[in-house]
């Protein structure tokens, strides 16, 4: 029976997971947390055979919570589970020790498959992002603006281009206000930018927003 543990703010969302998942005969939901800080108190508690980790949780991020994961368990396998496209954070997540990336509108056999196939110790990627991990390997590539962003700075640089303004930001991240600016400050300087205007049609250009 593969353990799993799901990560996620919303109770809904934690509540559909564990319908689909516990209809099987060899995957168990067998935690949950609403929060990167009560993920990794479990984790430090008990053992689990997967995690299936929300990106987008408020205050540390699924990013950040993977990181501390991998020093915590680092061959504890992590599927990131996304309502952002691919081209969002995929990659990031990829990079940060995830073993999977998945959007959350994807159809339940993909997620169960996504689940076993890391459990079993491979990686699980679409092929259109198999495609962009093969492109990013080119070293002789120029690499785009929005790379040489922090991941919390890519992220406000996305919520920033969804429309979000500074104190929307600060709400969602339970950040203050101060630093979110001083995030959208670093963001306009590395991407030699000089406003929001600039940053959200560099975003679309980019496919982030």
Do not use: W
Request: aromatic share 4%.
């Amino acid at each position: 029976m593969i353990k799993t543990i799901i990560a996620d703010d919303h109770t809904i969302v934690r509540e559909g997971l564990k319908q689909i998942l516990n209809e099987t005969d060899d995957v168990s939901v067998s935690g949950e947390a609403k929060n990167g800080g009560e993920l990794l108190k479990k984790l430090r508690r008990e053992i689990f055979d997967v995690v299936v980790l929300d990106i987008s949780m408020p205050g540390s991020n699924g990013l950040d919570a993977l990181k501390q994961i991998k020093i915590i368990s680092p061959d504890l396998p992590v599927l990131v589970l996304s309502m952002h496209p691919e081209e969002q954070y995929a990659v990031r997540a990829l990079k940060a020790g995830a073993a999977g990336y998945l959007a959350k509108d994807s159809a339940s056999e993909e997620l169960l498959k996504a689940i076993r196939k890391i459990a079993a110790g491979g990686k699980y990627v679409s092929p259109s992002l198999a495609e962009k991990l093969a492109v990013d390997l080119d070293v002789d590539r120029e690499r785009p603006l929005h790379e040489t962003l922090s991941d919390r700075e890519y992220q406000v640089l996305c919520m920033i281009a969804s429309g979000r303004t500074v104190k929307e930001v600060a709400e969602e991240l339970s950040l203050s206000v101060k630093t979110v600016s001083t995030y959208r400050s670093r963001i306009l300087d590395k991407m030699h930018m000089a406003n929001n205007a600039q940053l959200t049609h560099y975003a679309i250009e980019n496919g982030l927003a």
